[in-house]
């Protein structure tokens, strides 16, 4: 059975640092290129991030791109995700996913960024 579980959700202030965690199992994990993705309830879910399945290449959205880092550990297969510099736009719940839509995800942890 494939699973994705993620954590390291929370509520912080503007300007403030969250490290995102998803720890998978049942999957292959070495061989997948994996996702960072989010959405506030009621919208489409947004891309935010992709590393390789090496770790080597990472690619991300424009208004991530320098403020989040996508990182994995093959050995734990587990994908990070590094917020720092939070704005209350990127309140939302996010994903780890084996695709960019997001079709095949975990539970999702939520982030809240509020004063």
């Known amino acids: 059975e494939e699973r994705m579980v993620e954590s390291g959700g929370g509520t912080v202030q503007p300007g403030g640092s969250l490290r995102l965690s998803c720890a998978t199992s049942?999957?292959?994990?070495?061989?997948?290129?994996m996702s960072w993705v989010r959405q506030v309830p009621g919208k489409e879910i947004e891309w935010v991030a992709t590393i390789n399945n090496r770790g080597d290449h990472t690619e991300y959205d424009g208004d991530a791109q320098g403020r989040f880092t996508i990182s994995r550990d093959n050995a734990k297969a587990t994908v990070y995700l590094q917020l720092n510099a939070l704005k209350s736009e990127d309140t939302a719940i996010y994903y780890c996913?084996?695709?960019?839509?997001?079709?095949?995800r975990g539970q999702g942890t939520e982030v809240i960024v509020s004063a």
């Open positions: 049942g999957i292959d994990f070495r061989v997948y290129w």
């Open positions: 996913s084996k695709d960019r839509q997001g079709k095949v």
